[in-house]
């Protein structure tokens, strides 16, 4: 079973940073592609970054890249999601989500567990 519980959200300024975290109570994290999403009021959910099982490859959405950064932690069941030179547009509820298989895909329908989000805010 997974069940994924984000944390870390919050109101920053922009220009600043928050790191979120996403952790599974299940016992096989540690075989899942995992991915983060957000939605803003009035808009679709939209790809933010995914990091495959092992770690050893990302894939990011154009408008985070080189802001961004997704690690995990499979000894803690745990993905990050490091967000630095956040902007007002980066406001969004942000979800964990996570998918079997290696590929790191972007569409939603394509990850089969996802989290409960938590609140990003960026003031201007």
Same mark, same amino acid.
């Given at each position: 079973q997974v069940q994924l519980v984000e944390s870390g959200g919050g109101l920053v300024q922009a220009g600043g940073s928050l790191r979120l975290s996403c952790a599974d109570s299940?016992? /096989?994290f540690s075989t899942y592609t995992m991915g983060w999403f957000r939605q803003a009021p009035g808009k679709e959910r939209e790809f933010v970054a995914a990091i495959?099982?092992?770690?050893?490859r990302t !894939? !990011? @959405?154009? #408008? &985070?890249?080189g802001?961004? /950064?997704i690690s995990r932690d499979n @000894?803690?069941? /745990? &993905? $990050?999601l490091k967000m630095s #030179?956040?902007?007002?547009?980066?406001?969004? &509820? $942000? !979800?964990c989500a996570a998918r079997y298989g290696s590929s790191l895909l972007t569409g939603p329908g394509? !990850?089969? $567990?996802w989290g409960q989000g938590t609140q990003v805010t960026v003031s201007s």
């Open positions: 299940g016992r /096989t495959r099982w092992s770690g050893d !894939y !990011y @959405a154009d #408008s &985070v890249k802001r961004f /950064t @000894a803690k069941n /745990t &993905v $990050y #030179s956040l902007k007002p547009e980066d406001t969004a &509820v $942000y !979800y394509n !990850y089969a $567990y």
